[in-house]
């Protein structure tokens, strides 16, 4: 045990005094999280409030209450159009990202005129797919005050003009940071730099030992194998665990930015309670000890550093394809199925992402836990066994 | 003075002139390539160092030195035969060999990120050392070598000569009774050489049990008592410098040497 410390000390030592470590597994995490959320806030902040720029209106149109209410409502300047055909040039010129028509219409028994409106855009422009979308709205709304009006002419109850009510009732049971839109996306954050967080200095711990020689200095030394593999085992698991924690850091600082996106991407605040706290604690540390055994298995195969980052890339993809699916869970009902507790990685994803939530699933835990912990177990023994297998850490 | 204190107390120049301290009896080693198939590099070497004697073991690159070594520091498991060091049996026990000897080659490397005070604690700790054992064994090899001007200075930024008396430091601060050097002087410049061939020089003065691994004539004809000629994994002669010479009827070592392991006139070897 005590030489498990000693060695654990010393590679955690060396990895904290490595610039890779610092920038790769601490800072890396921290900055990308920080950029990813603020262009998601912006992004988030521009769909609801879209910067239209020029709305076109065709001559006679803009004295509408309705193309009033949209301008107003979508920030944007009224540009009138002697006609169609010219607003519709204009259009195509970019010079209007969409263009309103609108003739009066007669109704008959109505109390009053009519209107109808036409809308012209370029549907792959997203800024002016929303403006449609808002002038829809406007006029259902616009609609539905007409008719109550009409209703009220007539006397009778303006409820008839919507016989069907429907209403949304927010029933999360989460608060804070579960409550905020980018809980879909920090599971998977969380995950990859577990793993990502041991990339940086994994290469280093056996395969670069082995290639400048110092592994052979420790071997000739009365540490036993498993001393050895153990005390490096537990300073690269430290280090994914920080790696991983660097992301909620990230989003701790997007929190408190004073950039005016707190608002928008955390409307309830980023406190957490303390289960899913735990909860995500209790997924993380097995998890990580799962991606160290993997990542100090792939440094003791290779033969040196080359090799070892060839190897590394190629078993990053196995870790990031279930992670980037994990982001699309909560689109399905996925999440609940047996399979999905018994699959690595996807499990801890939906537990953390449940735990996020406030709607953790106690045996989804239990079974993300045993499965990482016995992957943990299994990748250790490889290592251990690799380090007794003289052909894999003698050659170079 | 101070040289003859960090290589320990003569101890083991007490245990008598014959006393074997490393001992191999048809010790083989073979391996297997994907491509040669199976490659023998070691074959029934047979051989004995003693205390306060230096051991040669002279050979091309290639010929089967290294993985004599690592057999005998337990890095590799013999094939074949049996290999004991201070009297302990390299496969029965490994760790008790791993305690009493001491390695050092120029391919082994430092750690680049520690300090040279930080590479001797910790090897000191793994050879079990601690409190004022540790620091009173630091403080004489960081007297002895000359270490004090870059002792806190990481590894990274030492010189190629300031290395190696880190690695020499590392490689008796437990005070082994048996030292293994590997090629040693390989790629250094002559004062680093000489430093490290007066550095072997001082451990036979204090009774150590000397393996020393070249290709370097007049090295071994410098330091060597009894010297060993390994060819292609077999041994082709064995005696002192002088025996050796008269073995093969030649009147330099280096001509010996070739006659030993059959080289051919033209750069090919039998």
Redesign the interface.
């Known amino acids: 045990m005590k030489?498990i410390q000693?060695v654990f000390s010393?590679e955690l030592?060396?990895m904290f005094?490595?610039k890779r470590v610092i920038t790769g597994a601490f800072l890396g995490p921290v900055i990308l999280i920080i950029f990813l959320l603020t262009l998601f806030g912006f992004l988030d902040k521009a769909v609801k409030e879209p910067s239209i720029g020029k709305i076109g209106v065709v001559q006679g149109g803009e004295k509408s209450p309705l193309i009033q209410a949209l301008s107003l409502g979508l920030k944007a300047e009224v540009d009138v159009v002697p006609t169609l055909q010219e607003g519709r040039q204009r259009l195509r010129q970019s010079q209007v990202k969409i263009l309103f028509h609108v003739v009066p219409r007669k109704i008959e028994g109505a109390a009053q005129e009519g209107q109808e409106m036409t809308a012209y855009f370029d549907r792959n422009e997203q800024v002016a797919l929303i403006a449609a979308q808002a002038a829809q709205a406007a006029v259902q709304k616009q609609n539905s005050v007409m008719v109550q009006q009409s209703l009220q002419g007539a006397g009778l109850s303006p409820d008839l003009s919507e016989p069907v009510m429907f209403r949304i009732e927010n029933e999360s049971a989460s608060r804070g940071l579960g409550a905020s839109t980018i809980v879909s996306l920090l599971p998977y954050l969380i995950i990859i730099w577990a793993f990502y967080g041991g990339f940086s200095i994994v290469s280093d711990l056996v395969a670069g030992e082995k290639e400048?020689?110092?592994l052979?200095?420790?071997?000739?030394?009365?540490?036993?194998r498993i001393e050895i593999v153990w005390g490096k085992f537990i300073a690269l698991s430290i280090v994914c665990l920080l790696s991983s924690l660097s992301s909620l850091v990230g989003v701790l600082i997007v929190g408190i930015l004073p950039i005016g996106l707190a608002k928008t991407l955390f409307p309830d605040g980023i406190q957490m309670g303390i289960g899913p706290i735990l909860a995500i604690t209790a997924t993380l540390v097995p998890l990580v000890a799962f991606f160290s055994g993997l990542l100090l298995a792939i440094s003791a195969f290779a033969k040196n550093m080359r090799e070892c980052q060839t190897y590394l890339t190629l078993v990053s993809f196995l870790v990031l394809i279930p992670a980037i699916f994990s982001q699309f869970i909560g689109f399905t009902d996925l999440g609940k199925a047996t399979w999905v507790q018994f699959a690595p990685i996807l499990n801890s994803s939906v537990v953390i992402r449940d735990a996020l939530l406030n709607k953790l699933n106690g045996q989804a835990l239990l079974i993300c836990m045993a499965v990482n912990i016995l992957l943990a177990l299994v990748m250790l023994r490889i290592v251990v066994r690799m380090f007794h297998r003289?052909?894999i850490l003698?050659r170079t | 003075m101070r040289r003859a204190a960090i290589l320990g107390p003569r101890k083991a120049a007490e245990l008598k002139y014959t006393a074997r301290m490393v001992r191999t009896e048809a010790l083989s080693k073979s391996?297997?390539d994907p491509k040669k198939g199976e490659v023998r590099a070691v074959v029934d070497v047979s051989i004995e160092a003693h205390p306060g004697r230096i051991f040669g073991l002279l050979g091309v690159n290639g010929a089967g030195k290294t993985t004599l070594l690592?057999m005998l520091?337990?890095?590799?498991?013999p094939t074949s035969g049996r290999a004991e060091v201070a009297g302990v049996d390299v496969v029965a026990d490994p760790?008790?060999v791993?305690?009493s000897?001491g390695?050092l080659?120029t391919?082994?490397?430092?750690?680049g990120?520690?300090s040279a005070r930080?590479v001797l604690e910790?090897?000191g700790?793994?050879?079990?050392l601690q409190g004022e054992a540790l620091r009173q064994r630091m403080e004489l090899a960081i007297e002895t070598l000359r270490l004090n001007e870059f002792l806190d200075r990481?590894c990274d930024k030492l010189s190629t000569g300031q290395k190696q008396r880190v690695s020499i430091a590392?490689t008796i601060l437990h005070d082994p009774p048996v030292l293994f050097f590997d090629e040693p002087t390989a790629g250094l410049d002559v004062m680093n050489s000489q430093t490290i061939m007066e550095f072997i020089e001082g451990a036979r003065q204090n009774g150590k049990t000397v393996i020393f691994s070249t290709h370097i004539m007049s090295e071994a004809e410098r330091l060597c008592d009894d010297v060993t000629v390994i060819h292609e994994g077999t041994l082709r002669g064995r005696g002192s410098v002088e025996e050796l010479k008269s073995q093969a009827g030649e009147t330099s070592l280096e001509k010996a040497f070739l006659k030993l392991a059959d080289y051919t006139p033209g750069g090919v070897s039998a």
């Open positions: 030489l000693h010393k030592r060396e005094r490595d400048r020689g110092t052979e200095t420790l071997l000739i030394s009365p540490i036993r003289e052909e003698v | 391996f297997y690592r520091s337990t890095v590799l498991r760790g008790r791993r305690a000897i390695f080659s391919s082994t490397a430092l750690y990120r520690l930080e910790y090897f700790g793994l050879y079990g990481l590392r």
